[in-house]
């Protein structure tokens, strides 16, 4: 996925600091997690990765050879298990 642009927007260049992210962190998340699922709800595509020692979920849209991300959310895996479980997430 490194051909890829990602695209900040002000409101999630926001949310990073609001929430004290590392933007090159969260890019790195973007680019090469391995963890991905589609969330049901909203169809966007859900990067899991860990920041420092928090496990975050960084909902995202791809357009074209763009990733668009959304927001991000400090979770854990029980959080992510459970919207597994309920059908909320499936794999990518």
């Not at 990067?47 to 420092?52: K, S, V, W």
Request: net charge positive.
């Amino acid at each position: 996925m490194n051909e890829v642009t990602v695209v900040w927007t002000e409101y999630m260049k926001y949310r990073l600091r609001l929430r004290g992210y590392d933007l090159s962190i969260v890019e790195h998340i973007l680019r090469f997690t391995s963890e991905r699922y589609i969330d049901t709800a909203t169809g966007r595509i859900m990067a899991i990765g860990r920041h420092d020692s928090r496990l975050v979920m960084i909902p995202y849209e791809r357009v074209g050879d763009m990733l668009i991300p959304v927001t991000i959310h400090a979770t854990n895996r029980q959080q992510i298990n459970s919207r597994i479980k309920s059908g909320r997430l499936k794999n990518e």
